[in-house]
């Protein structure tokens, strides 16, 4: 049955990636890791040269925007937050733009409120420009729009570190395949940082209360602020919409390749099928 479910990546057409800050970021610096970016670049242009539409989300807006203001860690006042977002999102994506082009790819910014994607009329006009985005072969790439949402930058209970936004995004754009790439590999029956016991899981083909509860909100990182706990709650929106989410490491981002490839890594939470045409 794994092997089975597996197999089925080879022949996925539409692609969500979402990317955390601590996987764009030296975590002695908090600078961007231009090489990571690099080849998160290529293999991202490499799927689209099989023909499979990509979607990027991408965190790291505040963490590049805080070095380049001078601060030493991640800013606690809103407007200071607000402020760092608005210089590291055009850095972030300036980046983009210079890579995607050496791969003779185009890339195109979407920035996303709550209401974009809640607000019918909002998400109504949200589709249209991915859709059309996507049939001119451009890489959407997508983050939160820190600059003005308030109220995710103090809650961070709307969309948790982009991992909620990719799953509305994922379904907002018919993509039969969600990949979250972290600090962490997959699913585990505890926090792998804390205790030597835990035990990877390989595939989830249902969000029991058994495995909700190991999703504890936990992070190792100062540059993310998405837990285990964001990703389940991501997991349930993709699987319920019929898409196939995958949580891998984000150390090396050639896992995408592994991943589209069918090869078994990171934790598989397969898609309802009732709900797939």
């Not at 049955?1 to 979402?18: L, T």
């Not at 039969?176 to 016991?197: K, R, V």
Request: aromatic share 4%; glycine share 8%.
């Amino acid at each position: 049955m794994n092997g089975d479910i597996r197999a089925m990546m080879r022949s996925k057409k539409r692609v969500v990636v979402k990317i955390g800050s601590s996987s764009l970021t030296h975590m002695e610096t908090g600078r961007l890791d231009l090489v990571k970016l690099e080849i998160l670049v290529r293999e991202l242009s490499d799927l689209r040269n099989r023909g499979i539409d990509v979607v990027l989300v991408t965190s790291g807006a505040i963490m590049a925007g805080r070095t380049a203001l001078g601060f030493s860690e991640r800013p606690q006042d809103i407007s200071e937050k607000q402020a760092c977002a608005a210089v590291g999102q055009a850095r972030l994506m300036m980046i983009y733009q210079k890579l995607f082009a050496e791969y003779n790819q185009v890339c195109g910014q979407i920035l996303l409120t709550k209401n974009n994607v809640t607000e019918p009329e909002s998400r109504e006009n949200a589709k249209n420009t991915f859709d059309e985005l996507l049939k001119l072969k451009v890489i959407p790439v997508v983050n939160e729009n820190d600059t003005v949402a308030t109220q995710e930058i103090e809650s961070l209970a709307v969309f948790g570190d982009n991992d909620t936004l990719s799953a509305v995004v994922a379904e907002l754009v018919g993509a039969d395949l969600l990949i979250l790439l972290s600090d962490i590999d997959g699913l585990y029956t505890a926090d792998p940082h804390t205790d030597s016991s835990a035990r990877f899981i390989s595939i989830v083909e249902s969000l029991d209360e058994s495995v909700l509860s190991m999703g504890k909100s936990t992070t190792g990182t100062n540059a993310g602020t998405g837990g285990m706990a964001t990703k389940l709650s991501a997991a349930r929106i993709a699987m319920d919409a019929g898409i196939d989410m995958v949580i891998g490491s984000g150390e090396d981002f050639r896992v995408l390749h592994r991943i589209l490839d069918g090869e078994d890594v990171g934790t598989l939470f397969a898609g309802s099928r009732a709900k797939r045409i």
